[in-house]
């Protein structure tokens, strides 16, 4: 029942999201810079509160768009209506709907749809992790040095100790290819299909890594922090990688 809701609720969001691709909508500037919201962000977290709500009102929901609407449950939705939304404000098609399940604090649950590539990532916690339904894994290449990564950068706290410039810096310095896709659920979700080998970034909030760490664990990744450890959506910091690369990125991160 969870996951034939968590479907249609991914589904109603990118129904509305299609609608808006490439047609004149509304965008507001919320707190920091370049930080925007879209009519199209908000039709989307509504539609698909709106299905979760219609069979499960007692559970808790956290969005990017409305915050925190907690309840008394062990579930809790964790939802991005548009992840790569300044991509979607500029017409480029790479952006998706990502929405997770959390139960008594375990991510159990993760669906990432890019409407535009017809790309549905699935995982559940122990089940593994598929696209389109046929299941995925992480690549194989061993070494960082000849592998190719995706990280995002924040518009702020960019000049930090081993921050995303000296990180990015230290890996093109070396000719390893880094690709920005502006879309932290996609770079997840590519890792975990094998198509990227890694990915890291700096500051991340819950619902742009919430489906997208789990699909990649399912596939047979490793995503800790940048200290090694288990990662939680609740902090900033995120490694994701095939597992073979990881060790040697956590160096590449701490400059050793
Ligand atoms: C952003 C994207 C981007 C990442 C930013 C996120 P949004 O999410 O995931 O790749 O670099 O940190 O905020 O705002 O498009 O949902
Ligand atoms: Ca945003
Ligand atoms: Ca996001
Ligand atoms: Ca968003």
Redesign the pocket.
Known sequence: MLKSVLHEAVMAGAEQVVKYFNQTFDIKYKEGRNNL?TEA?EASEKAIIEVIKKTYPDHHILT??SGDLPQQSEYKWII??????INFAHGIPIYCISVAVEKSGEMILGMVYNPHMNELFFAERGGGATLNGKPIKVSSETDAMKSCLVTGFPYTYIHEQNGPLQVFERLITEGVPVRRLGAAAIDLCWVACGRLDGFYEHRLQP??SAAGFLIVEEAGGKVTDFDGNPYSPYQHRILATNGLIHEQMLKVIHNQ
Request: no cysteine; net charge negative.
């Open positions: 919201v962000d990017e768009e991005d209506p548009i992840d790569g939304t619902w742009d």
